[in-house]
Nanobody
Framework: QVRLTESGGGLVQPGGSLRLSCAAS????????MGWYRRAPGKQRDMVATITSGGSTNYAASVKGRFTISRDNAKNTVYLHMNNLKPEDTAVYYC??????????????WGQGTQVTVSS
């Protein structure tokens, strides 16, 4: 079991920046792929960015070049640095920890979410 706690959301103007943090309740350094997902009003939850235990990253096309995911295994924390924010980035952002057992079997843990609103 892993408990995830997000922080860092808020209201920001278009073009601004925010950093989201996700603190895990236990070590994430060798087992878990960590990720950020978001759900905009009236839409499904979509992947924003993921980072493996080895540091490989993957980004949604809509955020590539603007967002950066990183992890500090010593602090059991994952970050999402968001630059040049746009109104369409407005969503609830969720932290995810995925433990994979095989190519088809895994377990997901989710945080409660943090609201990001981009508006002037």
């Amino acid at each position: 079991q892993v408990r995830l706690t997000e922080s860092g959301g808020g209201l920001v103007q278009p073009g601004g920046s925010l950093r989201l943090s996700c603190a895990a309740s236990r070590s994430i350094n060798s087992i878990y792929t960590m990720g950020w997902y978001r759900r905009a009003p009236g839409k499904q939850r979509d992947m924003v960015a993921t980072i493996t235990s080895g540091g490989s990253t993957n980004y949604a096309a809509s955020v590539k070049g603007r967002f950066t995911i990183s992890r500090d295994n010593a602090k059991n924390t994952v970050y999402l640095h968001m630059n040049n924010l746009k109104p369409e980035d407005t969503a609830v952002y969720y932290c995810n920890a995925r433990r994979s057992f095989s190519d088809t079997a895994h377990v997901d843990y989710w945080g409660q979410g943090t609201q990001v609103t981009v508006s002037s």
